[in-house]
């Protein structure tokens, strides 16, 4: 038969179509295999890729086995169907001699047990190609499986250990949907066979009639059930990741009712299994669609009713003593799901007063106290430190170094290259891929450093970087950060833009080994097939020497390399002590199958540890994992998975230990589990007495929760300050503060949790308590409000909350910026301490008005870091009035308010307010004369 050019063509483009993506995956598989090389984590690569399409061709060559079998055993009803069916007699009819013309066709013959085998094996394979990609990603489950790690706890109902669900468990529940799914599809492709070859005896309605039909499908449903009985068993397990009940996992009605529903349907399942194969061979097949159906009407019953009944009549009206156990599960595993049964608690004192003695002894807690946020601060940075519209600073990152002797709190931001910005004109292949590489430098400056101008106090700042600290940056540039997200190709014959330079640029030559050499001549048309670039093919810039640097971007590039770590919201860079620039990134194991443990998102994750510290290298993009909780399993199990990959945390450079921190996203998590799960006796957590909110702040004109922050103090007991990481918790439907919460990040007792609890009859304010009392401030909130309004808008910053020994001090600052010019400048600072608040224009100022003269500076010293010295219009004590005479204190009077008048219209708002204490000194003096 000649087939028609228009098949032949789209046959051609089908092949052609097949060819060019093969080609295109073999390539793409290639430039990985290069990359994982050029970073040293072949090993990582070879164990996914093999274990990926291992385990899929393992499974695609099983269900190509089982679908061929069962469309072999139709086979001989096929070809006596054939042989019993009439042949096919189609006619033609001559339209000018209206003859009529039988053709005999005898379609039967074409139809051989060859032939037919042949497109069975055809269907199988394609089956069996699409079955394959229903395991796709399942390669870690299946090696965790043969690789797991005893978790050393056992759970409470079944007192297997955890690793038995965290490992086995997901295996086994992977096998089981596997088999029931190669049932059920083979099952349908029999009864479609069945029934196209039967149909010229009797249709669908009489398919099972036919003997080879009832026997084959009989023992697919005998396996269906017996596979089935299995599933039940799991489903067991499963009990104890239950949401219906009390608290998250298996309650009352889970362990009485389900539980026992399940053992029962596990038997009738099996016996299901069995009657259908007696009935084989007895001939009694409606006996099987009795089991059948007893197993489903059982299913409905035992399964669903009988547990609704339990949980509506025995459970709700008596519901606390009969969850009491399964709470109290719930309490312990949480705990330990999220390691806050070491959570130390530690009363703290309420009541007391902070003195000026207080703040002379804490001065290195003052002088790091936060008065930059990274919002307001990331605008600030853009506005001075960009310099060039394709420099941007992609986040404001917080840290701690030792400068000049002194441990000091400062926020940092790296200076990436991005080349959206651009101008159009320039953004040409050349710029984008030879020219413009990299980003250059990083600005730094500390958290309370303010200047006159109400600007950030830089250590580090410019191009390249000027510093006046025993700071050094020996390698400025940014390859690889947040916003490197395209490839680019270095030691070419292009030289790359370095920085700016005058009316100039500086240019560079890459000196790192970070990238993919392009080597041959073959090689070099591979990687422009696999980037699909056919400029880099074609370009006589790039030679044997050259290399592409990719995956760029640290948020792509570490979890290429490990996909199976869960990662840290907010990495952040590191300036050695050699002065490189290195990216310190968390990473987290994660699971959903700890019983009992409560989720903390919407994938039901109910396990975390942070057990790895990553860094990057921000020159050569050099990526090291080292363990940071070797106790965790989980990472365990990993380090057996890919040996040598996970180094111990002694092996990190000391330089990098020391900017190792609690990471903020891990806190947070345990933080929120922690307003509920301090409460350890089941009667109390039932009843919520006790619940924590997190807390929530003012920013701008919108309440907002509260992020949780990190400042240098020194802990209550402690001698010598340290980094934590802090936030506060309120009662519900209240907003005093109840306690607050620690995660140390320094030495020998890094990753160490406090709580410090007030007395709950003791008012200790919270957050939102001092946001209000500084929107009710007459001063504070009249300043406020017409600084507002005056072509620029206030943007307040973080309320923290410092511990100093045992009472608190709450600050907040200020920012003003103007309509013309995003630049917020720090303006103000708000201070409360017990029952006093003030607004002044330094921390300084402000700590001298509640504590007295001198409090906010060391005697003999010049001003801290980042303060501003009070000027002569701006007087740091009210001035007492010496009239005496109620004509003269009315005069005075008057004049005070002239003077605040004045000082309100030319914007100096300290002056305002003192002139307003002042007046209201001269009130009271007027009181006392009229009296």
Known sequence: MNKSPQFSLALFIVAVTVMLSLIGWGAGLYLDWLWFNTVNYSNIFVTMLLSEYGLRILIGLVFFGLVLLNLMLTRKSVMQ?????????????????????????????????????????????????????????????????????????????????????????????????????????????????????????????????????????????????????????????????????????????????TLLAYKVLTILSALTAIVIIVNLFLKRFRLTAYAIGGLLVASILLGGVYPSVIQKFVVVPNEFNREAPYIANNIKYTQMAYNLENVERKDFPAGRTLTAQDIADNRAT??????????????????????????????????????????????????????????????????????????????????????????????????????ETDLTVTRPEIYYGESNDGYVFVNTKTKEFDYPQGDGNAYTTYEGDGGIKIGSFVRKAVLSLALTDYKLFLTGDIDKDSQLLLHRNIKERVPKIAPFLSYDGDPYPVITSQGEIVWLWDAYTVTNMY????????????????????????????????????????????????????????????????????????????????????????????????????????????????????????????????????????????????????????????????????????????????????????????????????????????????????????????????????????????????????????????????????VGQVPGTTPTPGTQEPTAEQPTDPVTPTAQSIKELAEEANRLYNEAQNRLRSGDWAGYGQSLDQLQNVINRLQEQAE
Do not use: C
């Open 81 to 257: 169907a054939v042989k019993a069916a009439k042949p096919f007699r189609p006619f033609a009819q001559d339209e000018d001699d209206n003859v009529v013309t039988i053709n005999q066709f005898n379609w039967r013959e074409h139809i051989t047990p060859g032939r037919l085998t042949a497109v069975f094996t055809a269907i199988a394979l394609v089956m069996g190609f699409l079955y394959s990609s229903t395991v796709s990603g399942e390669w870690i489950n299946v090696l965790k499986y043969l690789n797991k790690t005893a978790f050393g706890t056992a759970d409470p109902i079944f007192n297997k250990d955890i690793g038995f669900f965290v490992f086995d468990l997901p295996f086994y529940q992977l096998i089981y949907r596997l088999l029931a799914l190669a049932i059920i599809m083979n099952a349908f492709f029999v009864a479609i066979v069945y029934l196209v070859t039967d149909s010229a005896r009797g249709g669908l309605t009489k398919i099972f009639r036919f003997e080879a039909a009832r026997y084959h499908l009989s023992a697919l449903a005998a396996l269906f059930f017996l596979l089935k009985s299995w599933g039940y068993r799991l489903d067991q397990y499963n009990l104890l990741f239950s949401s219906g009940g009390a608290v998250y996992g298996a309650g009352y009605a889970d362990i009485h009712a």
């Open 595 to 854: 019983p009992y443990a409560e989720p903390f998102d919407n994938r039901r994750n109910n396990y975390i540890r942070n057990s790895v510290k990553l860094t990057i290298n921000a020159y050569n993009g050099d990526v090291n994992f080292y363990v940071a909780d070797a106790k965790d399993p989980i990472i365990q199990t990993y380090s057996k998975i890919f040996p040598g990959t996970f180094k111990p945390l002694e092996e990190m450079p000391a330089d990098l230990q020391e900017h190792i921190r609690y990471p903020e996203d891990l806190f947070n998590i345990q933080a929120r589990m922690y307003t509920l799960y301090h409460m350890t006796d089941p009667q109390v957590f039932y009843n919520k007495e006790d619940k924590w909110v997190m807390p929530t702040e003012k920013i701008g004109k919108e309440e907002t929760n509260m992020d949780a922050y990190y400042t240098i103090t020194v802990l209550p007991g402690e001698q010598e300050p340290e980094y934590i990481l802090i936030t506060p918790f309120t009662p519900q439907n209240k907003k005093n503060m109840i306690a607050w919460m620690a995660a140390r990040s320094d030495g020998e007792n890094y990753g160490k949790l406090l709580i410090y609890e007030f007395p709950k009859q003791e008012l200790v304010y919270g957050p939102m308590q001092i946001e209000t009392r500084i929107d009710q401030d007459p001063v504070i909130s009249q300043q406020i409000a017409l600084w507002d309004q005056r072509g620029s808008s206030v943007l307040r910053g973080n309320l923290l909350i410092i511990p100093i020994n045992d009472s608190l001090l709450y600050v907040e600052p200020l920012y003003l910026q103007s309509e013309q010019s995003k630049m917020p400048e720090l303006r103000r600072v708000i201070v409360a301490s017990g029952d006093k608040i003030v607004m002044e224009p330094t921390l300084d100022q402000a700590l001298q008005r509640i504590f007295g003269e001198g």
């Open 366 to 467: 003052i002088d790091n106290i936060r008065l930059w946020d990274w919002r307001p601060l990331q605008q600030t940075y853009s506005q001075l430190q960009e310099m060039r519209l394709y420099y941007e600073f992609k986040n404001i990152d917080i840290d701690r170094y030792n400068i000049d002797g002194r441990y000091r709190q400062v926020m940092l931001a790296i200076r990436e290259m991005n080349q959206d910005q651009l101008s159009v004109q320039a953004q040409t292949w050349i710029n984008q891929k030879l020219i413009y590489t990299h980003g250059y430098g990083i600005a730094m400056s500390p958290v309370a450093g303010v200047t006159k101008e109400g600007l950030p106090q830089f250590l580090l700042k410019d191009i390249p970087p000027v510093t």
